[in-house]
T-cell receptor, first 116, second 113 residues
Framework: DTGVSQDPRHKITKRGQNVTFRCDPI?????LYWYRQTLGQGPEFLTY????????KSRLLSDRFSAERPKGSFSTLEIQRTEQGDSAMYLC??????????????FGEGSWLTVV | AQSVTQLDSQVPVFEEAPVELRCNYS??????LFWYVQYPNQGLQLLLK??????LVESINGFEAEFNKSQTSFHLRKPSVHISDTAEYFC???????????FGQGTRLTINP
């Protein structure tokens, strides 16, 4: 069990550029989650997948944001035309199929995005 | 919609002193409750959770939290803190049957020697 892995850990980009983050969940975890955390705030839910199906999306996930999990394993979160307000830490998490109700959700160490 | 309020943004305490980190939630339906800890430059780790049953839950490192339905609270306590407990602590709630966690704003626990 190597834990949830996120890449890159840090990204600095210019406003208007596109960025993509990758998340590798714990193997055999069916559910994968994306959260966003800004300085001084708790994490906010963005979206989650069960296998390759994206089952819920937050209103925070504007049309500039897209998440995929094409083969039910790793996931990518892409932000197009980045804005300064997108600066945050993007957290990925995974859990077995029982999800919150019966199993722990394991978080990665996050990907820090700074938009300049 | 659910919400979580952590009443203290920062809590400084001396080593070996007791500590309580307060958490109140709002929900019209039954919930699950969680405390997560975030050490510097690390991801979130689950500290303890309340799903059902006994209202007092404990972690392996001496923390405990008590679910109080009438007061809609889930305060975290430790009778004697250690320097290594320095971290940010997040309270979170989820509706039973849902997958989304709603987090509070976090409480930064600072331990002074």
């Amino acid at each position: 069990d190597t834990g949830v892995s996120q890449d890159p850990r840090h990204k600095i980009t210019k406003r208007g550029q596109n960025v993509t983050f990758r998340c590798d969940p714990i193997s055999e975890h069916n559910r994968l989650y994306w959260y966003r955390q800004t300085l001084g705030q708790g994490p906010e839910f963005l979206t989650y997948f069960q296998n390759e199906a994206q089952l819920e999306k937050s209103r925070l996930l504007s049309d500039r944001f897209s998440a995929e999990r094409p083969k039910g394993s790793f996931s990518t979160l892409e932000i197009q035309r980045t804005e300064q307000g997108d600066s945050a830490m993007y957290l990925c998490a995974s859990s077995p199929v029982m999800g919150i109700s019966g199993n722990t959700i394991y978080f990665g160490e996050g990907s820090w995005l700074t938009v300049v | 919609a659910q919400s979580v309020t952590q009443l203290d943004s920062q809590v400084p305490v001396f080593e070996e002193a007791p500590v309580e980190l307060r958490c109140n939630y709002s929900s019209s339906v039954s919930v699950y409750l969680f405390w997560y800890v975030q050490y510097p430059n690390q991801g979130l780790q689950l500290l303890l959770k309340y799903l059902s049953g006994s209202t007092l839950v404990e972690s392996i490192n001496g923390f405990e939290a008590e679910f109080n339905k009438s007061q809609t609270s889930f305060h975290l306590r430790k009778p004697s803190v250690h320097i290594s407990d320095t971290a940010e602590y997040f309270c979170a709630v989820s509706i039973q049957g849902a997958q989304k966690l709603v987090f509070g704003q976090g409480t930064r626990l600072t331990i002074n020697p």
